[in-house]
């Protein structure tokens, strides 16, 4: 097959082109976003200050459909070089397919498209939230997996058939979540913050989580949810520009610090007091205090955890449910 001869990822990146056929001929999704949102989507590549980057993610998300993401994915993926970019997709990817995916899985054409791209990116072998597309796979249940099982009887296609049975098959990981959304015993901040001008910040950043004057809670846990992204490829560490003077404002809102102290730690580390351990803590906060609704979107690309159950129990309920698994297939 042809490449367009504007994007160069066909040839950067060659485990792309067996899943052309599939996008354009057969689903009859475009590979090439219109003028007007493409040149939109190349403004990620400039060095725009944050908050003018933050607003611009926000009418990407707006803009896109799950029709023309994959062209703005393809478009993309060109630029694995440039960082902020990078980021800033990720966080788009990231809040767009949560947002759309109750349409995505009742449609059997764009469920198998994103089977298709769970099992090509994951060929593709670049680091980022590429990678991590199958998590939001992980809460299947009824209908959908019921979807899945059709789609994976129904296509001719390797990569789709190989992403059904990976996503059908009980797995550890897509059963735990990250230890550290576990709430700890409050305590109050060593240092207390002006709740005023970190909302000024925030705003500058483009973050608006006041309403009317007050803490709206349904905004403050989209951003602790998804403004840590990893970039979509090239990404190793979430950017947490946002969340920082988010959760400072939460202590200074609710004078406690969840117990976690005013020193940060990894991110990587199950537990420590990174800013993202700390907004996964603000969560489950939230929530037991009855401030927001229970979480029926899927996992983020950085919510999922990457290690095993630790608890016997975990452990031996996995492996009857792996038994059980394939004593059906």
Known sequence: MTAHPCNNSWTRFPALIPVSPYYLPTVGLPLILPPTLAAQSRQLLLPLPFGQRYRLENQLIQALTPETVTAFELLMLDYERNDAAQESVGRILDVLYSRHWTRITTDKTLLALYLKKVRVYKVLGIVGSNNQFVFKLGRMKGSVRRTVRAIQAGTADANVRQ???SVLRPHRRYESRRTFSRVRAGSRPAVVY????????????GLVVYT???????RVDTALKYDAPIGFVGGHSPRTTTLGPLIKLLEAE????????????????????????RAWAWRGYLRQ?????????????????????????????????????????
């Not at 005023?196 to 500058?204: A, F, G, N, V, W």
């Not at 009317?212 to 349904?218: P, S, V």
Request: proline letters at 6%.
């Open 163 to 165: 992403a059904a049975r």
């Open 194 to 205: 002006n709740p005023d001008s970190l909302r000024q910040l925030l705003q500058e950043q």
């Open 212 to 218: 009317a004057g007050k803490l709206d809670f349904a």
């Open 254 to 277: 609710f004078q406690t610090d969840l117990g976690f102290g005013p020193t940060f730690g990894s991110w990587q580390t199950p537990g420590s007091a990174s800013v993202v351990h």
């Open 289 to 329: 205090q009855g401030l927001v609704a229970r979480d029926t979107a899927p996992v983020s690309f950085v919510q999922e955890n990457k290690h095993p159950l630790q608890t016997r129990m975990g452990r031996l309920k996995w492996k009857l449910r792996r038994f059980w698994y394939r004593l059906k297939h």
